[in-house]
């Protein structure tokens, strides 16, 4: 299967941890590489586009307040399976119910504040990461 990408952010939550390196060798030792990472201070109207989808969800107010209350780490991951096989390293969105040894089960504090967001489908990655980075700022090694 051709190498396929996906946008991850590691979330305020994350970054305050001082848990940047822990992920990323996660992300490593899956087999895939980042070929591109800005650390950003999202606004709210970053947050909104970037969440648009959910806009008319219970949660959505929430989830944007969330996103900007500090820094996040935004990174492009590039392998086989690329979206699929972070989704699995990150764990359900409900740490609670993620999977022992996952991201978030071992990461985030509550389905708010719940460490990383992945790509969820090909066209999201696509999209999602012409949000935050340019062709030319890409690494495909
Ligand atoms: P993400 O987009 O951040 O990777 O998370 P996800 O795919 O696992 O979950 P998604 O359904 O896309 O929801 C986006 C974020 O909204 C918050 N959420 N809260 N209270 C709730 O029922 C609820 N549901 C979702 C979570 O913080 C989730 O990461
Ligand atoms: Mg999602």
Not at 3 to 10: D, F, P, Q, Y
Not at 112 to 131: L, Q
């Amino acid at each position: 299967m051709a190498a396929e990408r996906t946008l991850s952010i590691i979330k305020p939550d994350a970054v305050a941890k001082n848990v940047i390196g822990q992920i990323y060798a996660r992300f490593e030792a899956a087999g895939l590489k980042i070929i591109a990472a800005r650390m950003t201070h999202l606004s709210k109207n970053e947050a909104e586009q970037f969440y648009a989808v959910h806009k008319d969800r219970p949660f959505f107010k929430d989830l944007v307040d969330f996103m900007v209350s500090g820094p996040v780490m935004i990174q492009v991951l590039e392998g086989e399976n690329a979206i699929a096989k972070n989704r699995e390293l990150m764990g359900a969105t409900d740490p609670k119910k993620a999977e022992k040894g996952t991201i978030r089960a071992d990461f985030a504090d509550s389905i708010d504040a719940n460490a990383v967001h992945g790509s969820d489908a090909p066209e999201a990655a696509t999209i999602e990461i012409a949000c935050f980075f340019p062709a030319l700022s890409i690494y495909s090694r």
